[in-house]
C-alpha cells in the first residue's frame, strides 16, 4: 500500500495581498472625500493617504520577506511579487494625485474625476475579492472578465474628461486649467492600468491551473 502525503503549500502570500487591497481600496475612499472636501481638509486628507500609502509599502515589504522564507507558496514566488508590485504602485498613484490635488490648488474637478474613481474603486473591491476567495476558480474568472471591461469603460471616461477639458473655453488660464485636469486624469489612468495588468495575471492564474 502506497501512502501520498500532500504538502501544505502557504497562502500567506496571498492573504498579505488580500490586506494589500484592502488598502488600495481605502486610499481609493480617501482620494473620493478629498474630491468632495473644501480645500483646508486637503493637507489631512494627504496626510491620511500617505499612511496608507506607508501601511502598504509595509505590506509589500512583508510579501517580499515571505517569499524568500517561504519552501512552498500556493502560488509561483514570480506571481506574487508581481501581483503585490501592481497594487503598491497602483496606491502610489493615488497618493500622488492626492499630492497633485494640494499642490496644484485642483479645488474645482469635472465630474469625471468622480466617475473615474468610482470605477477605480470598482476594481480596487474585485482585487479584494480576488485575494479572499482565490480556491474558487469560476468566481475568479467572473471577477477578472468584470475588471478588464471597467478598464475599457475607464478609458472612455477619460477621453470624454479630456474631451470636455479641451472644449471648455479659452478664457484667461484655460491652458493651465486643462493642464491640471490632463495630469489628474493621467495619474488616475496609470492606477487603472495596474490594477488592469493585475486582473490580467489573476486570469493568467485561472488559465493555467483549469
Known sequence: MKWRFRVPRESVGIDLLADMSRELASSVQTLAEMLGSEADEYPRLVEQMHAT?????ELFFRLLTTMRSSIINRLPREDLYR????INTAIECLDTASDILLTLNLHRQSPRAAELL???QRMADNSIKMFTGFENMDDLEDIWVDSLRLGKRAEHTRLTWLKEVL????GPGSGLNAAKHTLMAERLMLVVGHLRELAMDVGEIVVRES
Open 167 to 170: 472644449e471648455a473655453g479659452s
Open 53 to 57: 500609502e506607508g501601511r502598504s509599502n
Open 83 to 86: 501581483m503585490g508590485e501592481h
Open 118 to 120: 468610482e470605477i477605480i
